[in-house]
């Protein structure tokens, strides 16, 4: 068959592993002039119910039923078959035929965890048979013409389902917000790491990292961690709500009892939606906390605009509430769920449904962060699609092991290239 140049020549899959040994899906995609791309997919732990398909073998005999052979065998079959021929710089072509080739909402068929990998896969090649750096054919398929390098959002203190649940709440973060470039927000990112590590130590907490290369105290009360956040800026010679400031991933989804309530196993209480939204009021009064993420569950629709109510002067971001799908943002604008989205590509299941939720995002005057998965590879796509679709944010995990590290160095790479650095400031002013 006479292909041309940029046509896919050939799609092949294979299982590989990821930053927790457990099987996910790699894919390499080949042009008909020789360009090719190769892209791994993440996985999350505490996973939303509206997220595309993550197609496992549930063979209990191998990698606990994690298994991803079956989606393996889709790209090498049935997805291979219907995208040789087509075009690589149709990205969007693309991604929509093996959208209706699955034929499900989810991508249940075939799985996300398949298509993603060829979706991701084929960009790079198609910026390789371009020319271009892939932030760059990023920044063009999402119709950026100013690239900039993402304000990062830090995991210090982990719990949840990243830390056996040693404490109710998924993440403490930190946000350097002070910092005037990316290479001095990681830098003050280190030393705050850094200075938690030795508070952990003298006061005999545990050091060891959790899922993301944070540090897992284990406090029953989430005030006690937030002490130590502050504490920590400060031994970093960092001024807390100037240079640095608290972010929190509540992950209020895996806390839902059956009746909605929200069980903190740890500080043994249960709240409802009200309770919740106090707690959060009292915290972000007692303590710089920017950002929260999740602070209500992805059923709790109802309660999530009288959050907004009462913290919007904040960042509220939507994780399992959106699911990085552009319907569950739009819905979110129209009945004031928080103001921010975060962006997770294997929640959406192809690379232009991401760019659909980030547009969904943006045309409701919501900030989105760039989200990585608690489950990574080595695979460092996040950090181009933050700086070319301009995101605003990136939130990579910790800055400890290498498939955080894989992220956090390829945006030093991009720094060279002289982009601006968003900020986080100038985030709040474009939503005002
Ligand atoms: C989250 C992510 C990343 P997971 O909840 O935001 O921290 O976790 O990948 O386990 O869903
Ligand atoms: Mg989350």
Not at 158 to 176: K, T
Not at 278 to 286: E, P, S
Not at 398 to 412: G, I, P
Request: include cysteine; glycine fraction near 12%; proline fraction near 3%.
């Amino acid at each position: 068959m006479a292909l041309r140049p940029t046509a896919i020549r050939s799609v092949l899959a294979r299982q590989i592993l990821d930053s927790r040994g457990r099987p996910t899906v790699e894919a390499e995609v080949t042009l008909a002039n020789g360009a090719s791309g190769r892209a791994s997919v993440p996985s999350g732990a505490s996973r939303g119910a509206a997220e595309a398909f993550e197609r496992r073998d549930g063979n209990p005999d191998r990698f606990e039923g994690r298994g991803v052979l079956g989606a393996v065998a889709a790209v090498n079959g049935e997805i291979s078959a219907a995208v040789v021929g087509h075009g690589a710089v149709d990205q969007r072509g693309l991604d929509s035929l093996m959208r209706e080739l699955d034929g499900t909402p989810e991508l249940s068929r075939l799985g996300a965890n398949a298509i993603l990998a060829v979706s991701l896969a084929t960009v790079r090649a198609s910026a390789t048979a371009l020319g271009q750096p892939l932030h760059w054919r990023l920044a063009d398929l999402a119709g950026v013409t100013a690239p900039t390098l993402p304000m990062p959002m830090v995991n210090i203190l982990s719990g949840g389902l990243h830390a056996s649940r040693g404490m109710d709440v998924q993440d403490f973060l930190m946000i350097p917000m002070g910092a005037s470039t990316y290479g001095q927000a990681l830098e003050w990112t280190l030393r705050v790491r850094v200075a938690a590590s030795s508070l952990c130590e003298e006061a005999g907490l545990p050091t060891l990292l959790a899922d993301e290369g944070g540090l897992a105290p284990g406090f029953a009360d989430g005030a006690d961690a937030l002490l130590l956040m502050v504490r920590a800026f400060e031994r970093a010679g960092l001024r807390p709500g100037e240079d640095v400031a608290i972010a929190l991933d509540i992950a209020a989804s895996s806390l839902t009892d059956a009746e909605g309530g929200y069980v903190f196993h740890r500080a043994g209480r249960v709240l409802d939606s009200a309770a919740m939204i106090d707690l959060l009021t009292d915290w972000a009064a007692r303590f710089p906390i920017v950002s929260i993420e999740d602070g209500l569950g992805e059923e709790d629709w109802a309660a999530w605009p009288g959050l907004t109510q009462r913290l919007g002067h904040i960042q509220l971001v939507g994780d399992d509430l959106f699911a990085t799908q552009a319907d569950r943002i739009d819905r979110g604008v129209r009945e004031g769920a928080g103001n921010a989205a975060l962006i997770k590509i294997n929640q959406n299941g192809t690379l232009s449904g991401t760019l659909d939720a980030i547009a969904a995002a943006w045309a409701g005057g919501f900030a989105t962060v760039i989200s990585a998965r608690s489950g990574e590879t080595e695979d460092a796509f996040i950090a181009d699609l933050a700086v070319g679709v301009a995101g605003g944010q990136i939130k990579i995990g910790s800055v400890r092991t290498s498939e955080r590290m894989a992220k956090y160095n390829q945006l030093l790479r991009l720094e060279e290239e002289g982009f601006a650095f968003a900020g986080f400031r100038s985030l709040h002013a474009a939503n005002a």
